[in-house]
């Protein structure tokens, strides 16, 4: 029979917060925010099946069984730690967890990313990915780079930029349509569809009265939409960022002279205040804003 054994990353969570007797300084011990903390430990009392804190407003205090089993944490971490490892000498490295819409990561974030590794040579960047419009908690990560509408409550919420949204379409399905000429021609196309960029938006700029598409392919990934667009499925809206590699190369062309000027979706940096107390996630926010701000 297969041992069930508790997590040993809620159980540290655990021991910090009992320490500290707060679940924002753990959190900033343990370089998480305190969500994440707060996720560990609701973790652990599902585990053990017990409250393990009493919560009172702002205070945490062990409830009678955390008092009990924080001794018998401290005994198993403990053991842990003093074992001893000869070969590992490596000090621990600073560290921020970034989480990322996977567009942006490849085309804006990652082209970047050299600066601030020269610049802070100390800080190791942790990157994960995230589904714009879905995935909407922070998670364990410190940092998030969120497209949308910029309303998240309860987060520090900061515009990194936004930029026009136009027509795109593959010379093969431009000549396969037999042209377009006019804002009106797209009823003969196929236009692909996103919830991260809608066309109704578009059409106003147009002057098309039209109603959003609801038929056809559906993409819900900026990148792989653009791609969509160059294997000529249809014809999409997409932004300059994105596409400018792709229409150097002639594999894309621009419809018309209409641009967008202020979208529904931007990019937001977003993260909980507690974490730019954090020397390395201040250094972070901080190159973040400056870079992407004058991209």
């Known amino acids: 029979m297969a041992i069930r054994l508790p997590p040993v990353h809620a159980l540290s969570a655990f021991e910090a917060a009992a320490r500290h007797g707060s679940f924002a300084l753990a959190a900033e011990e343990l370089c998480i925010t305190p969500s ?41 971490l403990r053991t842990l730690t003093d074992f001893p490892m000869p070969h590992r000498s490596t000090p621990v490295q600073l560290r921020v967890k970034v989480t990322l819409p996977p567009t942006f990561a490849r085309y804006i974030f990652v082209p970047h990313l050299a600066e601030f590794a020269r610049l802070h040579p100390d800080i190791g960047i942790e990157i994960f990915l995230s589904v714009p419009l879905y995935d909407l908690s922070l998670s364990e990560s410190d940092v998030e780079v969120r497209f949308g509408a910029g309303k998240y409550p309860n987060l520090v919420t900061e515009k990194l930029f936004e930029e026009p949204t136009f027509a795109v379409v593959s010379p093969r399905y431009l000549a396969q349509v037999g042209g377009i000429e006019t804002p009106a021609d797209l009823k003969k196309a196929t236009l692909l569809r996103s919830a991260l960029e809608p066309w109704q938006p578009w059409f106003e700029a147009a002057g098309l009265d039209w109603p959003e598409p609801s038929t056809g392919l559906r993409i819900d990934d900026l990148g792989l939409l653009l791609e969509a667009i160059k294997h000529g499925y249809g014809i999409g809206l997409t932004r300059q960022h994105f596409a400018h590699g792709m229409i150097e190369s002639g594999e894309v062309v621009p419809l018309f002279d209409i641009h967008l000027a202020t979208p529904p979706h931007a990019y937001y940096m977003v993260y909980e205040k507690p974490a730019r107390e954090r020397q390395e996630v201040a250094l972070f926010i901080d190159w973040m804003q400056t870079t992407f701000r004058n991209v």
């Not at 053990?48 to 009172?56: K, N, P, Q, S």
């Open 36 to 76: 994440a903390l707060s996720h560990r430990i609701r973790l652990l009392e599902e585990f053990v099946g017990e409250r393990l804190f009493i919560r009172d407003g702002r205070s945490v205090n062990l409830s009678e069984f955390g008092r009990r089993y924080l001794d018998v944490v401290r005994i198993a």
